[in-house]
């Protein structure tokens, strides 16, 4: 959640968010279709079959008669398909393989074999940043923090290599370990960790009551386990007098779109949340009911990290005018992407359309502006000092 100035540019490019514990989508749905049998014409998918086709079997030819190296012809094969979906130039749409594939199904069951945080890659520089650490996890018991900078796994650097070839490294049988070495502060000051995989039950909201009956939840993503999670959070603090609520979306890189769009229907009036439309025009609205909403006085917290699913609860929230966004401009991220099944037990995920706030506006490349702008200032003397939040329970305080 910490915004230094190092970090910030390191984390410039794309948020290509993966949970350690687990591969995470980066798009606000990750629900799984089939994919269509006749998106092509015969005729053309002849034609690119045969044209295709004879290219590939004179590469192969090629590396089998002078390539000195070892060549897989499955990871040669795969390698074909990640490069196609590759070439769409799109930061967002991703093939799986197999195993990636089973990952990205345990990533949204709240459950996972892992460490425990979160870390995204910088796009053009290569940099892997430690954005969150969860609570009780096996990564917060060996001391890593947030704004950690991964160097190396075992001893082997790191820098430049791919997200998921990293995760995969870090990833492993469960009580055994990864011994990791991290970049600290400004100063990059080297910290060696060694941290135990464990299977890991996702905990998405955090709450607590503040002085003066202010609420606050932290969202840490939104999976499907989070809706749940949130609701509790809101009624344990109506139960206990809550006047007023901090909702904290820091480096908060988004998740499903109908979580999002649940917990918005305990907040907003009746209305739309959210519409969305794909490549043809068509439009789809998410809205929410008259049974629930929202009254009291709110802040919904953000940062330059706050992505997707964070950015469609906060524009919501701020064109309904029921609560007033604290903090720094957040990612950026208005498009929405969609999980298909490629029937052999491998899939592909695909930006399909962009989502609107219910004015109509889209924040993608743009991000949602803050009503009242602070950035984060570290305190050394005092690292558990947020003046982000400060100012976000100022601002409570100072509406009736």
Known sequence: MKEKGFLRGALSGALAMLLIVGLVSCGARTDYQDAPENADSASERGELSVRTATKLSLLKTLIDNYYIGDAEEEELTEGI???????????????????????????????????????????????????????????????????????????????????????????????????????RGEEGREIEVTVERRTIEMQTVVHEMKEDHIGYIRVTEFDSVTYSQYEEALRDLENRGMEKLVVDLRSNPGGNLDIVCDMLDLMLPEGLCVYME????????????????????????????????SEIYAGAVQDYGIGRIVGTQSYGKGVVQQVFDLKDNTSVKLTIAKYYTPNGRSIDGEGITPDVEVEYQPDENNPDADNQLDKALEVLRSQK
């Open 278 to 309: 794909d490549k043809n025009g068509k439009r789809t609205e998410f809205t929410s009911d008259e049974e629930h909403q929202f009254t009291k006085p709110l802040v919904v917290l953000m940062n330059g990290y706050s992505a997707s699913a």
């Open 81 to 183: 398909y990640k490069g196609y979906v590759e070439s769409l130039e799109d930061p967002y749409s991703v093939y799986y393989d197999e195993k990636e594939t089973a990952d990205l199904g345990e990533s949204t069951s709240g459950e996972y074999e892992g460490i425990g945080v979160v870390m995204s890659q910088d796009r053009e520089t290569g940099v892997i940043t430690v954005l969150q650490v969860y609570e009780d996890s096996p990564a917060q018991e060996a001391g890593m923090k947030e704004n950690d900078i991964l160097y190396k796994v075992d001893g082997e650097d790191v820098s430049g290599e791919e997200l998921t070839q990293v995760v995969e490294n870090i990833r492993g049988e469960e009580h055994t370990t990864v011994d990791l070495t991290l970049l």
